[in-house]
Structures are given as C-alpha cells and as structure tokens.
C-alpha cells in the first residue's frame, strides 16, 4: 500500500495568494493553477485581465511540472534542436509546456502538487510561480 502526500485546498489557496500578490505587484494580471502530485487541477484563479488563451496553459504548466519533478523552464533548455528532449512539447496530446512559469510543490523531496502560471513574460510567469512557493514554504515554517 502506498502513502500519497498531496496538497490540501489551504495549501492551494496559499499558493494561489502568494502568486497573485506578486502578480499585483509587476501589475500583470495571471492565470494561476494548482494541481496536486497526479496533475490534477486543485484550484484556479483567472485574474481580472488574464488572457483567456493562458487558462489551459496555466494547468498544463502545473501538469508538466510534476511530471517532470522540474520546472518547466528546464523542459524548455533541452527541447531546442540537437537537444535530447527535442520535440518533447507535442508529447502527451500537447499538455507538455516547455516555456517557464511551471513549478513543481515539494514536501520532504516528495512532489505533492504543483503551481502553473500564465499571462505575462516567461520570466514574469516564473517570479509569480516563485512567489506562490515561497508563500507556501513561509506559511508552513
């Protein structure tokens, strides 16, 4: 029998008010997902001006992060031509995203859930996915 951690809908709504603090902050407003360690979507919050075209980015950010135990943005260094995971963005019917803005939510090195972040940048979906974790991780010190 196995124990499966998982995050909890407090732990997402940290999450999720972590990230649209700093969302709020760099003035872009964000789709924000929260999936637990299967990838699937805990909570989601579209914010006032979030591109309708991030919703399911978001998700699949989140999805991409757990799966790979990895943010999304090391996905995409090593999806470039000549690289060993070249290609891999048509993988698993498109769900995986290779650009930043996917983190992975860890629990004593165990990955329990995951933040996928969209609207903005690359770099400004992954400073609000950052912010998310880092809300988490001071709520649970």
């Known amino acids: 029998m196995l124990t499966i951690k998982r995050l909890d809908i407090q732990e997402a709504s940290v999450l999720i008010a972590g990230a649209r603090t700093k969302a709020e902050e760099i003035d872009v407003p964000m789709c924000i997902a929260i999936t637990d360690e299967s990838g699937n979507l805990i909570a989601f919050e579209r914010m006032d001006g979030g591109k309708v075209t991030s919703i399911n980015l ?19 260094e090593v999806n470039q031509p000549g690289k060993p995971a070249h290609g891999i963005s048509s993988a698993l019917g498109g769900r995986m995203v290779v650009v930043a803005g996917g983190l992975p939510v860890f629990s004593d090195g165990e990955v329990i859930g995951g933040i996928g972040v969209s609207s ?15 809300a988490l991780n001071q709520k649970q010190t």
Request: aromatic residues 2%; hydrophobic residues 40%.
């Open 58 to 76: 978001a998700i699949d950010k989140s999805f991409t992060a757990i799966g790979i135990k990895k943010g999304t943005h090391v996905l995409g």
């Open 120 to 134: 903005g940048s690359p770099e400004q979906d992954l400073k609000v996915a950052e912010a998310g974790i880092q």
